[in-house]
């Protein structure tokens, strides 16, 4: 009887978990992945369809392609050396906040990633890298 009572309640917690913030985890994570790897391909997935984008004082809004490009640019001129995560700001379930420190043989760049869940959809709606 207690056999069956634990699978029971192991079924009821796997069939209720939040679908929506394993989803979230996971996106962060592959942005993470693409940023330590310098992929703006990869990265550009997750923008919006337009980004406020800020690549060392070189700011505005851009189209997801766009973005994409000046991104590459960024990639090809300082290529990643490493990418952490240093603070995440998940409080509010339809906005979150990271922070980040992107290391070239150029320098260390602090990284501000702002994105939107809406629905399943997980958007980057800002991203900031700047010399630091």
Same mark, same amino acid.
């Given at each position: ?29 592959? +942005?993470?992945?693409?940023?330590? *790897?310098? #992929?703006? $391909? ?6 919006? &369809?337009?980004?406020? !984008? ?31 995560? +240093?603070?995440?700001?998940?409080? *509010?379930? #339809?906005? $979150? ?6 290391? &070239?043989?150029?320098? !260390? ?24």
């Amino acid at each position: 009887m207690t056999s069956v009572l634990s699978l029971i309640v192991s079924i009821f917690i796997v069939v209720q978990s939040p679908k929506a913030e394993i989803r979230s985890l996971n996106s962060i994570e592959t +942005v993470i992945s693409a940023i330590d *790897n310098g #992929s703006s $391909s990869e990265l550009a997935n997750y923008f919006d &369809s337009s980004i406020s !984008l800020n690549i060392n004082g070189l700011q505005g809004d851009y189209s997801k392609n766009q973005a994409e490009l000046v991104l590459k640019d960024f990639f090809r001129k300082n290529p990643p050396m490493g990418f952490s995560l +240093v603070f995440r700001s998940e409080n *509010n379930p #339809s906005l $979150s906040s990271y922070i980040g420190d992107y290391q &070239s043989a150029q320098g !260390l760049f602090k990284v501000f990633i702002k994105v939107s869940q809406q629905a399943a959809d997980f958007k980057i709606y800002s991203l900031e890298f700047v010399k630091g």
